[in-house]
């Protein structure tokens, strides 16, 4: 299984959020693309020493999002994942571009030598507050395939992060290498463990709870195939801040004892 070759395990796979400050270009930006760069590093480093097994690089601070990303902001991503590629070259790494910039960022992997993307809007369309998103699933793997990155695979979410109404499993005929289960900030425990279990129940292929996991619930999640942390690796547990690196410890200390 791929996932397993990637991660060397096939459960509780703890992934954390590299959240890149706002890239150039974008109405928050204050910073010089070279600072960005070695804070992203920074981040990334602080994962690695914690024990993380994996990492996703993310322009999560270029609000409010755009449905159409400029070529500025594939190329200031693609310098900073090879950046954080050269500064943890053993630990899986993936990317993420928004808003649903799933092209662009299977470019970036293919550049910088990453080994998965996180992909919005994989199937179904939907309206967001960046406007309507259609489903890219034929048109990415088509681009994948054309530019000989096959390799890199697709965590797809089955809505878009930040989002939870119906929860539909569709597979797109297999073509999609892991799921990943998300709920609007986690509106509650319970919903985000049903839907993981509807989700399980209905595809074979890995299963990742993408967001609300902290180090309170996550002995409830122990049965997914990995767990995507973000917010909760930041000072105070919100997103904006920068990573606290006694949160990052103490939560994977926990998780390695509830692996046991």
Known sequence: MNFFRLFGRLKSVV??????????????STLPLAQIIEEACQDAEIYRAAGLEGLIVENMHDRPYAVSVGAEITAAMAVICASVKQTCPLLPLGVQILCAANQQAVAVALAAGLDFIRAEGFVFSH???????NACAGDLLRYRKQIGAEHVQVFADIKKKHRCDKILAASS????????????????DAILEKMKRKVEHAVKI????????????VKDYLGANGLIVGSHFKKEGHWANSVDPDRV????????????
């Open 249 to 260: 410890r103490r939560f994977m200390d926990h998780i390695g004892k509830l692996r046991e």
């Open 206 to 217: 890995p299963v990742l709870v993408g967001s609300g996991v902290t180090r309170e619930n």
């Open 15 to 28: 992934i954390g959020m590299v959240h890149v400050k706002a890239l150039p270009g974008t109405p928050g």
């Open 173 to 188: 005929g297999g073509s999609m290498d892991v799921i990943v289960a998300i709920c609007l900030f986690a509106l509650l």
């Open 127 to 133: 309206v967001a507050d960046e406007g309507i998103l």
